[in-house]
């Protein structure tokens, strides 16, 4: 939305920029997802293998990709080829990469370590931020995405929109919307000021959602929600060569039902905070960064709606992160070597206290995450080779990282499983690839190798008694756990012309020492109703392929489609399937322009899950395909614009859930929607 109040110049001029930074800096091939047509790169280039979408400016480009301009932050997420998610409901659902979830990827905003404070996941950190916040989200697969911490599956960083110093901007522009199923309301505004000294944004959102009702009509219970976000970033220029800029984002979510959980949250609240200084020069090294950063995440479960719980539950749960990093480049020759130096700390806390019916027994109270303190300080060196038609890139990081245990009561509760059990354990990480990467005319291929690993989520852990109502069971963490490694393989090659392009893409994981919930017969379960507990374990390994394709083809200046298909399969060291992973899915889309207008319509599906395992709560999900459309028009009031678009999602108001839905959690039917965005 920020972007919206650019003027058409402005943003042909952004574009123009990010063109030339991704041709010149190497940034990706994901340019022609921006501009939405398909380009051919100089062949003596490097190209990196991030994946990209742009959030922010796509209110204000011409093209847009999205069928709602106001769509949640995940939505846009969920676009890219790599990413999935795993729905609880309407709200806060769980970013994937690659089939793998929270603990085995990274997600950073804008470089920043943020963790939630839910021993359930229901708070994700892609939920602490709207889209007016973000100008986009980069996603690497894999060891590719070191550079911004230690990680298995990739990572992924939302990059937060902000005016750029040194132009000349004053920006108003309000957004609306609505939604006929569950009746969203959206309504946001933001605000910019630039000048040659310094800018200032402020942006503010809120949304508020009823029930929704699956395809043919059933009324899914508790899955309204309410949020607000504000933000403020301002930056100042100290010097021709320096600057400091600060960024502000409070979130705050209410009454956000879960529908596919036994509870609600009553509060999800987050203030992300930063400050940072920026030098163009130093020496002979460029574009130094060092940031300083806090947030800090409040998490309220409620059962209160609820009216059929065997025994109420008060879960709070808190996470604070302090966390600093620098970073700064430098072109030798034929090198372009990247440094990072990073490190955070973060506190942890969740506790939960069970009120029996009969009010003559005492409530019980646990420690489900036991004060836990994170402290992780890691160094990071990329160099990118370029080669006479392509280039060879290497990234290296090793990461020391310390969990303590700082509440006694939690300590001496883990020591009933594990005696032997101290304070303090300490861990090193690290993480080693290259990509090799071919490139011609209208051809690249790209062929990577790495190794990392990563430390055990304070879950996997040290959780104490955390209920999983997947798979019905109490879970145990276990500190001492190995950590889990991985050794992958990839490759792509693309083929690019003028109007079209292909892209072939596979990826290979085998992670020793895996960790996963396994069962524990000797222990007896806490929660009423489970059918029994299960403890963190490291399994002997585990392995996932996936197998992609895309397919663009563009005719004349007003018509294109994109298509994609992919497949994924996972197994552990005994042959039994892992949980969540996606069967055949497939996507297909037309954009139609004529006349100002602009006509999108998508097909969405996915082949029945051959591949499920009941052990882990699964079982098989059917086939479905959904169909969705959307028009949108720009109408220019003098200088100012006002931007329409409607359409449908689900126009077929089918029935379906997907192998990501938390106990089959039906998707939402057929809806209607409005998006208006005015630009002063
Ligand atoms: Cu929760």
């Known amino acids: 939305m920020k972007s919206f109040k650019l003027s058409a110049e402005a943003a042909l001029k952004r574009l123009k920029v990010i063109v030339l930074w991704l041709v010149v800096m190497s940034v990706n091939t994901t340019v022609a997802q921006f501009n939405n047509s398909i380009i051919v790169v100089d062949s003596l280039t490097p190209v990196s293998l991030k994946e990209v979408v742009v959030i922010g400016q796509s209110l204000s480009t011409k093209n847009i990709l999205q069928h709602k301009l106001l769509s949640g932050v995940e939505n846009y997420l969920e ?22 979830n929270t603990e085995r990827i990274n997600v950073t905003i804008d470089g920043m370590k943020i963790f939630g404070a839910c021993t359930d996941k229901m708070d994700p950190i892609t939920s602490y931020v709207e889209v007016s916040n973000l100008a986009k989200a980069e996603v690497s697969n894999g060891q590719q995405g070191s550079s911004i911490g230690n990680t298995i599956g990739g990572s992924m960083n939302l990059v937060i929109d902000k005016s750029e110093l040194g132009t000349d901007i004053q920006k108003l522009s309000i957004e609306s919307g609505f939604e006929t199923n569950n009746q969203l309301r959206i309504i946001g505004a933001d605000a910019s000021v630039a000048n040659k000294r310094y800018f200032f944004d402020i942006d503010a959102m809120h949304r508020k959602a009823e029930n929704y009702r699956a ?19 301002g930056g100042v220029y100290l010097s021709n060569n320096s600057s400091l800029s600060t960024s502000l984002i409070y979130d705050r979510a209410n009454d956000i039902g879960y529908p596919a959980l036994p509870m609600d949250v009553s509060l999800a609240k987050a203030t992300i905070a930063s400050i940072a200084y920026q030098q163009k020069k130093l020496g002979a090294f460029t574009d130094w960064e060092s940031k300083l950063y806090f947030n800090n995440i409040t998490h309220i479960m409620d059962d209160s709606k609820r009216p059929d719980v065997p025994i109420r539950m008060d879960m709070p749960g808190y996470s604070d992160t302090f966390g600093a990093y620098s970073q700064l480049n430098l072109f030798k020759f034929k090198h372009h070597f990247s440094f990072k130096w990073d490190a955070f700390l973060n506190n942890s806390y969740a506790e939960m206290t069970m009120y029996p019916n009969n009010s003559y027994e005492k409530a019980m109270f646990m420690l489900t995450w036991p004060e836990v303190m994170s402290l992780d300080t890691g160094l990071f060196i990329g160099d990118t080779y370029k080669l006479k038609s392509g280039s060879l890139q290497f990234n290296a990081r090793i990461n020391a990282h310390q969990n303590t245990i700082q509440s006694e009561v939690g300590l001496s509760s883990l020591q009933i499983f594990f005696p032997e059990l101290s304070k303090t354990q300490i861990r090193m990480l690290s993480s080693l690839s290259m990509v090799y990467q071919l490139r011609f005319t209208n051809w690249d291929h790209s062929f990577g190798l790495g190794l990392g690993s990563r430390a055990p989520s304070v879950s996997e852990a040290y959780g104490f008694y955390l209920f999983n109502s997947f798979d019905n069971h109490d879970y145990i963490g276990n500190p001492l756990l190995e950590n889990e490694s991985s050794l992958e393989a990839t490759f792509s090659s693309t083929y690019r012309s003028n109007s079209s392009k292909v892209k072939l893409h596979g990826s290979f994981f085998h992670m020793p020492n895996y960790i996963i919930g396994t069962v524990d017969s000797s222990l007896s379960k806490m929660t009423f109703g489970a059918d029994g507990v299960k403890r963190y374990e ?24 994109k298509s994609s298909i992919s497949y994924h399969r996972a197994i552990d060291s005994e042959g039994e399937n892992l949980p969540f992973i996606a069967p055949i899915e497939y996507n297909f889309e037309g954009q139609f322009r004529y006349r100002g207008y602009q006509f999108i319509a998508s097909v969405q599906g996915a082949g029945t899950q051959i591949h499920y395992n009941s052990q882990y709560g699964e079982d098989q999900t059917a086939s479905y395909t959904i169909l969705n459309t959307s028009l949108s028009k720009r109408v220019y009031l003098g200088a100012n614009q006002l931007h329409i678009r409607f359409g449908a999602e689900n126009l077929l108001d089918t029935y379906y859930t997907t192998y990501s839905d938390w106990n089959n959690i039906p998707r939402m039917g057929r809806t209607l929607f409005l998006n208006l965005s005015y630009q002063l």
């Open 79 to 100: 676009s890219m080829p790599s990413v999935g998610m795993v729905k609880r409901g309407a709200y806060a659902w769980e970013p994937t990469i690659n089939n793998m």
């Open 215 to 233: 395809g043919s009509g059933e009324e899914i219970l508790y899955s309204q929600y309410s949020k607000y976000n504000i933000s403020l970033n």
């Open 538 to 561: 490291n399994l002997d390994y585990a392995r996932l392929y996936s197998l992609g394709a895309e397919f663009e083809l563009k005719q004349g200046e007003n018509f294109k489609t």
